[in-house]
């Protein structure tokens, strides 16, 4: 093995060291003379050698022993510093075991006596002028998670009072530079505590106080997305929304299903035409192909009275996926879109018929189509094709809007050409439901 290569190797150099030395010592005739007037000491040059070799020894031993006597004080300073240290750390693994148990007192109790701790260190380090292996940055990052873990307790306990004051503390600490990283922690935790006790404006204050890095992390995101919706700050939680889902930060159903939430909000909050064009335009291109937007969009502008061509427009975006036979789209949906089209049927134009007729012949079984066809007749003044629609409609129309309007249209139809019995039991149709 190596071990043994290496003490032969020592084995052999020993014996050449000490055959070179009785071969150098045995044969030396030379001779040192000392003078000392008026006396004269002569001796043996290899007695001069080994008496200066034996006094090097002695002064080296000497000066050892001088050193180690010096730095007794020292050794005593960072003996002490070290039982310090270790009882401050090991009182915030305590303090950090009983947090996640839920012991929040006991927790509490640790952190604090690990503070007590880092005071009496540093005190240490401050009359002796140094303490070894104390270090000023490691001191104010440990003040400043033991001060976040009593208030992470007092949270948990509802004492207000000493959270504030511990997070205070907690922030005083990570103010260096050094502790950058520790302070924004505690400005992330400080937030979440914002929004715990339904306070989510002083949550947004926390974050915006936080550096722009900082701002982007997934973590704050979540937690504006949160203080934002609850705010009601539609536009700013969309964009908030919008990066979580760029960060991955949710499944891609999840966030399609968040951003689309919020987009539903959005257009829901316009109160006019032109607010809700703004809301529409603020939308990216991939929320604007999204049918439930579209459809929403379309009959929020028909509610406020708007422009029945740019509705038309919008529905454009989604009317072949939702016409198309074998469609995914939900039938409630397909009915909002005939109902966000029905009040603009006046004024439809020739494509747009011809849409509507094309899409009555690709799904001759849909009631909900035949009903936008047939009530497309009847603005044209189509009378006999709207009512022959109108009543193949009712034989399978389930929306009860949809259904009661039918009735009432073949209600009309039936009073124009004179035939009261049939207006008559239209109308009577139409009211029970």
């Keep these: ?73 020292l050794e005593a300073r960072r003996w002490r510093a070290q039982q310090k240290e270790r009882a401050m750390y090991g009182a915030l693994m305590d303090a950090l075991a009983h ?79 050094h502790a950058q990283e520790v302070r924004e922690g505690v400005q992330l935790r400080a937030a979440r505590w914002a929004l715990d006790d ?30 934002t919706r609850q705010l009601r700050q539609t536009q700013l939680a969309l964009e908030t929304a919008r990066l979580l889902a760029k960060h991955r930060a949710f499944s891609p159903a999840a966030a399609q299903s968040i951003v689309r939430g919020l987009g539903l909000e959005l257009l829901g909050d316009a109160h006019d035409p032109v607010q809700l064009e703004q809301a529409w335009g603020t ?44 469609s995914t789209l939900s039938d409630s949906l397909r009915i909002k879109l005939i109902a966000a089209m029905e009040p603009g049927l006046d004024s439809l134009d020739a494509p747009w018929l011809a849409r509507i007729e094309a899409a009555q012949q690709s799904r001759p079984s849909d009631a909900n189509v035949q009903y936008l066809a047939g009530m497309a007749c009847l603005s044209r003044q189509l009378w006999g094709k709207a009512r022959q629609l109108l009543a193949l409609s009712v034989l399978g129309l389930q929306d009860a809007g949809l259904h009661r309007k039918a009735w009432r249209a073949l209600a009309v139809l039936a009073e124009q050409r004179g035939d009261e019995p049939a207006a008559a039991e239209a109308y009577k149709q139409a009211a029970l439901l």
């Design 198 to 227: 339904s306070d989510p404006r002083g949550a947004l204050d926390v974050l915006m106080q936080l550096p722009q890095g900082a701002t982007r992390r997934t973590l704050a995101l979540r937690m504006k997305l949160r203080a």
């Design 283 to 326: 939308l990216d291109d991939s929320e604007r192909a999204m049918p439930e937007l579209v459809v929403h969009a379309a009959a929020r502008l028909m509610a406020l009275n708007g422009d029945a061509a740019l509705a038309r427009t919008w529905l454009l975006l989604v009317w072949d996926q939702a016409m198309q036979s074998g």
């Design 99 to 177: 947090q996640l148990a839920g012991r929040y007192i006991r927790a509490t109790r640790s952190a604090q006596n690990a503070l007590t701790q880092e005071k009496s260190l540093s005190r240490l380090a401050d009359e002796s002028g140094q303490v070894p292996g104390y270090s000023p940055t490691r001191a104010s990052q440990l003040q400043s998670l033991a001060n976040l873990l009593v208030a992470e307790s007092a949270q948990a306990l509802q004492n207000k009072a000493l959270r504030d004051e511990h997070l205070q503390l907690a922030l005083q600490s990570s103010a260096p530079r």
């Design 1 to 73: 093995t190596g071990n043994t290569m290496r003490a032969a190797f020592w084995l052999l150099a020993l014996f050449a060291i000490a055959a070179a030395t009785a071969l150098f010592a045995g044969n030396n005739q030379a001779v040192v003379s000392i003078f000392w007037p008026p006396h004269r000491i002569d001796v043996s040059f290899n007695l001069a050698v080994f008496l200066l070799v034996g006094l090097f020894v002695l002064i080296y031993v000497a000066l050892r022993a001088l050193s180690a006597v010096v730095s007794l004080p």
